[in-house]
Structure formats: C-alpha cells, structure tokens
C-alpha cells in the first residue's frame, strides 16, 4: 500500500470489514461535516471533503473495494491496464503479452479488442409507483397528480457533476478507454475501468451540491393519465420519469402499477361485472323485474321469469367494465338469490297455509323429483 495516500478505511473512520450501510453511513456524517458550504474559505476542509469523497467513491462499489482490499492504492496506479508492473502483470512480459495479443487478435472485441474507446453510461434506474383507484375510476378513467421524491439533474452543474467552470479530464488508468485488461493464464480479461466506472472520464472538482453524481433528491409532481378500463396489474409508463442517470447519462422510467379497489356491490373478471341480487320469493315464483345502478350513472332493467330457482344467473349485454383500449364494454352476471320471509302477518300466514292446501306436488318439480329419487335409492 502506498505510503503516500491516507487508507480509505481511516479516512472514513471505518473498520476494513464495515458493509456498504456502515460506509455510507460514516461518508454522510463526515461529508456533512467537512462540506464546503459549511465551512467557507477552510482550505483544509475542502481537501478533506474531497478525500473523503474518494474514499467512499472506491470502497462504495464491490469491485473497486476488492482491488483496493488486496492491493491498496497500486490497485488503481499501475498496471491495471497492462501497463506492466501491476498485481495482473503487464506487456513486456515475454510469453504471456504475447499470447495476450494473439487472443485479441482472433477474439477480438469478443474480448473489447479492437483499441475502440468505450465509455459506459449508467442509465438512471426504473422507478415503481403503486396507486389505489376505484372501480368507478377505472370506469371512467380519471386524471390524477402525483407527488414523488426522485433524484434529478443537479441545476448548480447542470448534471455533469463537476464544479460550474470546470470539466471532467481523461482517466489516467484506463487513458480514456473505459475498461482495463488482466491477464489470467493465457487469457485477457477485460472489465470495466475501477477508477471511472467505464466512463473514461472523471472529475477532479466535484459539484458541491451534488457531490459529484450530477443528480440530487428532488420533489416532483406528476400528471398522470388513466385510461377507462384499467384494471389491478395495468401498468402505465412514463418515460424518463424515473431516476436520473449518473452525470448527464440518460434518466429512467416510472411504472405506476395500478390496483382496484374492492367494491360493496360489483366483483369483477376482467370486463365482466357480477353481482347478487336478492328478490322476494314471490317476485322469483310470479316474475316481475328489478333495475340495477350502472357505473355510468344509468338503471339497468333486469326481468325476472316466472319460477326462477335460487343461484340462477342471468345476464345483461353491455353493462360490465369498458374494453381497455378498445370499444364496448363486457357484460353484467346478476346471480339471483331467492329470499324467504322472515315475518309474516296474520292474513299472510292464512294465505300460504290455504295454498299450501292446494299444492300438488307439480308446482315444485325439482323437490318432488329429489325424493321420488330418495324413494328409488333406498325404498319406502
């Protein structure tokens, strides 16, 4: 490890083993402490914001942390690149750049050969909303705003990350190119640069705003439009709503993932409603109607035959949930649920009891056929 450079560990004020929660932890406290903002003119400050900023740039990403754990601070001086000299060895090493330079030349860019600068660009990351509407809601379909805490590009640098007035320099590690070399036995590894990340470039004055990301946390109200039809699971994007990407690279996409509420008359299956009626047992055994409310604010007439059983379904064309995207709507299902009186006066009581005296047996034929089948089974 050089001597030369402050452990990143110490820097922190972290134990070598502490987890990402713990390095970030300490970065936030210290940068706070020691942000320029806070201290003006404190030249020793600023030197110590940004050292500590370094710090938590390696030791925050797996593998950067990796090389610095086993090879300190040469991990990221030397070598790396083929340099020579290095912990994965470098060309002029006889035999193995050799070899080296024949896998590139029959790979090539199957192992990034070719001398062709890439820069990676970390795209922001996709973002995810949940939303509660009603049915009516998804009926009509609804327009709606949101508010939500999203990093966006910082204004103070305008998303580069670097000090207004300054700009970002070449890596030194990867002279530009966006990923190093290691030779492992007789092949060549590439991966990204571990001092840019893959871009090629990095930042010597870091935005003081934003740290360097070119992105800060930022409330946002949104518009949201939702279509008639939707239903739980519909997902709506918004393109470029999402996390910004990391200095000036592009921002990702929001989702919001839609869920309906239940509702205290209509169920539903896709553009099917279905709902459950009670009808007195005199409407069920003479027939009549009933009218049901639709969600768009009209009656629906439902006639009821004469003699309809209990748990009979009939439907209504047209009165269910809108086709997404579509036209028409799907249909109404009304089970019919057959209500026995549970009070009767006097005079009611008279009646049924004279047409209980006139029953035959034919007016209830699935009953009178149940038993001449229990008659049939078991006798008597």
Known sequence: MSTAQTDYYATLECARDADGA??????RKLAMKFHPDRNPGDASAEAKFKAISEAYD???????????????????????????????????????ADIGDIFETIFGSAFGGGGAQRQQK???????????????????????EIEIEVSQACDTCDGSGATPGTSERQCNLCNGMGSVR??????????????????????????????????VDKAQTLKIDIPAGVDTGTRIRLGGKGEAGQRGSPAGDLYIFLHVKPHRVFERDGTTLATRVPVSFTTAALGG?????????????????????SGKQLRIRGAGMPVLQGRGRGDLVVEIAVETPTKLSRRQKEILEEFKATETGDECPESRGFFDKLKDVFGG
């Open 122 to 144: 970390r795209r922001g990351a996709d973002l995810r909303y949940d939303m509660q509407v009603t049915l009516e809601e998804a009926f009509h379909g609804k327009s709606t």
């Open 289 to 309: 109607c009933v009218e049901i409310p639709d969600l768009d604010g009209s009656t629906n007439r439902l006639e009821i035959p004469a003699g309809i059983q």
């Open 22 to 27: 713990a390095l970030k932890s300490a970065y």
């Open 58 to 96: 390696c030791l925050k990403d797996p593998q950067k942390r990796a090389a610095y754990d086993r090879y300190g601070h040469e991990a990221f001086t030397q070598g790396m690149n083929g340099g020579g000299g290095g912990p994965f060895g470098g060309r002029g090493g006889g035999d193995f």
């Open 182 to 215: 290691a030779k492992q036995g007789l092949f060549v590894i590439e991966r990204p640069c571990p001092t840019c990340n893959g871009r090629g470039k990095v930042i010597e004055n870091p935005c003081r705003v934003c740290g360097g990301e070119g992105r």
